[in-house]
């Protein structure tokens, strides 16, 4: 897997942690929402340690 892929899983997974923040603050979060974003976070990761 090329460096520049590698690094673009990792930029996607940082986004999907900060979405995931940002829903966790708000004062009634969507847990429907929560669930699909962990699991693209958790879908990325795999990838990403797949490819080490």
Do not use: T
């Not at 986004?15 to 699909?36: F, G, H, S, T, Y």
Request: hydrophobic share 40%; aromatic share 0%.
């Amino acid at each position: 897997m090329s460096e520049s892929h590698l690094s673009a899983l990792k930029s996607r997974h940082a986004d999907l942690d900060a979405k995931i923040a940002n829903e966790e603050r708000r004062p009634c979060p969507d847990a429907a929402m929560l669930a699909q974003l962990k699991k693209q976070k958790l879908k990325i990761k795999e990838e990403m340690l797949a490819s080490v």
